[in-house]
Nanobody
Framework: VQLVESGGGLVQAGGSLRLSCAAS????????IGWFRQAPGKEREFVAA????????SYADSVKGRFTMSRDNAKNTMYLQMNSLVPEDTAAYYC????????????????WGQGTQVTVSS
């Protein structure tokens, strides 16, 4: 599966952005999917994940209550709605997919997008 993110940009603190990740080559509903982010000089960290069944969504504590992950099977696209953004959310955001594992562990994902930059100004 190929993944392409979009929707990043510059936003003021308190604002919102919605990231999209369009899949091609395979049906995204067959995969566990996730969002990760990487700030300069830091490790890539977990943000949100959705199981293959679509019944269970996990979020990092730092984004819980502010970010919402979803999947539109008809469009073969996943989304990350980000509200109440803070400067600490500034990072490159990556979508990821895996046929078997997924979850919160970065190494569990075999397929990655190229990333989209989110910058939150104070």
């Amino acid at each position: 599966v190929q993944l392409v993110e979009s929707g990043g940009g510059l936003v003021q603190a308190g604002g919102s952005l919605r990231l999209s990740c369009a899949a091609s080559g395979h049906t995204l509903s067959s995969y566990a999917i996730g969002w990760f982010r990487q700030a300069p000089g830091k490790e890539r960290e977990f943000v949100a994940a959705l199981r293959r069944t679509g019944r269970s969504t996990s979020y990092a504590d730092s984004v819980k209550g502010r970010f919402t992950m979803s999947r539109d099977n008809a469009k073969n696209t996943m989304y990350l709605q980000m509200n109440s953004l803070v400067p600490e959310d500034t990072a490159a955001y990556y979508c990821a997919a895996d046929l078997l594992r997924g979850g919160t562990i970065r190494e569990n994902y075999n397929y990655w997008g190229q990333g989209t930059q989110v910058t939150v100004s104070s």
